[in-house]
């Protein structure tokens, strides 16, 4: 139990700074991290931005277990979480120990919300991430279940997808329906989430601009003190070179 | 939530009261001779009429390939490692393992979450995390430990399969060749195997002996847990 308070409280020991934003989709929370990534960049910074289920070890697995329709609430859970292993090694901890920065579109607490939500148990996904650093500065863009639906359906996307909309738990055979049902059960656990691991809240109905004027103002307090750190040529993105992986199937 | 057939954290969404079958892992390190009396094991069983089926290790419809390809050439930290193992298991678990136990079948795993333990325990240190992981896996019914000492296995390895990458533990770094790296790794693990012989009640088979007693230890081993099994009648099983 003393090693799961750990990742609750302690801080990472590395010099750079971990920024990541949650919420349900459409709640606008990439909009913003894209916003504050333009922005540090402005203001000279190195920035690093990593992507919730992106890594090349698993992308084509889950693809393959979601298209089989075959994967269990475990098996979901453990890939996302493998997803994160890796990109957390190769993509967050580097330049986290380089002294800059690192900007994470969802970060663990996606799974506390979701997975659970899919039927695994709190406490074992807790377990499953204790291998994960807390980050500097984690943001929960809340946002009501009909803004969101109304924002997805007006927006670039038009429809939901299969597992985004829950569709594999049955619980509507209308995907809006679907999709309003279970978003509203993760709303519901992020909640929790958020007074257990002190996510700071904002109020994700407000205009682009007023809530990227907040987020930067927390950012800019939360910063002083930092000590800007970066390369020379400030291009590379790459810190493992890899052997070539051939292609899957 | 805490179901006593569960390791840890069990699938909460799952009744494991239904099982019917018998679950029983084989264990032990790498060239061992696992496969050969697993073979033979499910060969003796169903010339008894018994329901068998078997599952290995990274055989899984949805990791074989991903595993084969992160261990082709990627670079894989430890913790990714460890969950691709888990989520093999998992797999494997929910789609071969319990249905299979729940239509009565005796089980035989080549290698069981033991397997993740010692593996992660010898790049970690931390017993833990990884225990927290296969929190899902189920208790099985028995355990075999195929053990055997370092200098008989290398030699073994060495006139049969040879020796690879990871079964030498490379990423480890702990020796400047195969054969030396092969040697320090194969030790640790088979350590923390007699360890976890002792802490989960393993029956240790001697996997210096000669096949035949071996397999007659095995079969001793199994005997009693089959006693109570209900055989299934008709044996309509025919074996592969």
């Given at each position: 139990m003393s090693e799961q308070e750990s990742t609750k409280v302690a801080p990472h020991p590395y010099p750079?700074?971990?920024?990541?934003?949650?919420?349900?989709?459409?709640?606008g929370k990439s909009t913003q991290l894209l916003l504050l990534h333009k922005w540090l960049e402005s203001k000279g910074h190195k920035v690093f931005f990593t992507e919730w289920n992106s890594s090349d070890l698993v992308?084509?697995?889950?693809?393959?277990?979601?298209?089989?329709?075959?994967?269990?609430?475990?098996?979901?859970?453990?890939?996302?979480?493998?997803?994160?292993?890796?990109r957390l090694y190769h993509q967050i901890l580097p330049p986290l120990k380089a002294g800059m920065l690192v900007l994470a579109d969802r970060y663990m607490y996606t799974a506390f919300a979701r997975d659970v939500?899919?039927?695994?148990?709190?406490?074992?996904?807790?377990?499953?991430y204790n291998f994960a650093i807390k980050p500097d500065m984690a943001f929960y863009y809340r946002v009501p279940i009909e803004v969101a639906i109304s924002r997805l359906l007006r927006g670039t996307r038009g429809q939901f997808k299969y597992y985004e909309a829950g569709m594999d738990m049955n619980l509507s055979t209308d995907v809006t329906e679907s999709f309003r049902l279970f978003q509203s059960r993760i709303l519901a656990e992020y909640d929790k989430i958020v007074d257990e691991f002190g996510l700071l809240t904002m109020d994700a109905t407000q205009d682009i601009e007023t809530q990227q004027e907040h987020m930067r103002t927390l950012v800019e307090e939360a910063l002083r003190g930092y000590k800007p750190r970066r390369g020379t040529y400030g291009r590379r993105t790459l810190f493992w070179r890899r052997f070539d992986v051939?292609?899957?199937e | 939530m805490a179901d006593g057939r569960?390791?840890?954290?069990?699938?909460?969404?799952l009744n494991p009261s239904d099982l019917k079958g018998k679950l029983i892992a084989v264990e032990g390190t790498d060239g061992v001779g696992r496969s050969t009396h697993i073979e033979m094991l499910q060969e003796w069983l169903e010339v008894q009429g018994y329901g068998v089926i078997t599952t290995g290790w990274t055989r899984s419809?949805?990791?074989?390939?991903?595993?084969?390809?992160?261990?082709?050439?990627?670079?894989?930290?430890?913790w990714s490692l460890s969950l691709l193992y888990a989520t093999d298991f998992a797999d494997r678990l929910e789609h071969q393992i319990i249905?299979?136990?729940r239509s009565g079948f005796i089980v035989l795993a080549d290698r069981y979450i033991y397997t993740a333990f010692a593996r992660d325990f010898v790049r970690s240190g931390d017993r833990k995390w990884i225990r927290d992981v296969f929190g899902f896996a189920l208790i099985p019914d028995l355990v075999c430990y195929l053990r055997i000492d370092v200098?008989?296995?290398?030699?073994?390895?060495?006139?049969?399969?040879?020796?690879?990458?990871?079964?030498?533990?490379?990423?480890?770094?702990?020796g400047t060749d195969l054969y030396d790296s092969f040697k320090k790794y194969q030790s640790l693990l088979i350590e923390e195997f007699d360890k976890m012989a002792e802490e989960f009640r393993f029956n240790v088979v001697d996997a210096r002996k000669s096949p035949e007693e071996i397999q007659e230890e095995l079969r001793g081993h199994i005997l009693p847990v089959l006693q109570g099994h209900k055989r299934m009648t008709g044996a309509e099983h025919v074996p592969a």
């Open positions: 750079g700074k971990l920024i990541i934003v949650e919420g349900i989709d459409g709640s992308k084509a697995t889950t693809k393959r277990g979601k298209k089989a329709k075959s994967l269990t609430p475990t098996t979901f859970s453990l890939l996302h979480a493998t997803d994160f292993a890796s939500v899919r039927g695994v148990s709190p406490d074992w996904v807790r377990k499953l051939p292609k899957s | 569960f390791f840890g954290d069990g699938l909460t969404y419809n949805l990791m074989s390939k991903t595993i084969e390809m992160a261990k082709a050439g990627n670079i894989l930290d430890r249905p299979a136990l200098e008989t296995l290398a030699l073994r390895v060495i006139e049969t399969m040879g020796m690879n990458y990871w079964e030498s533990g490379m990423d480890l770094r702990l």
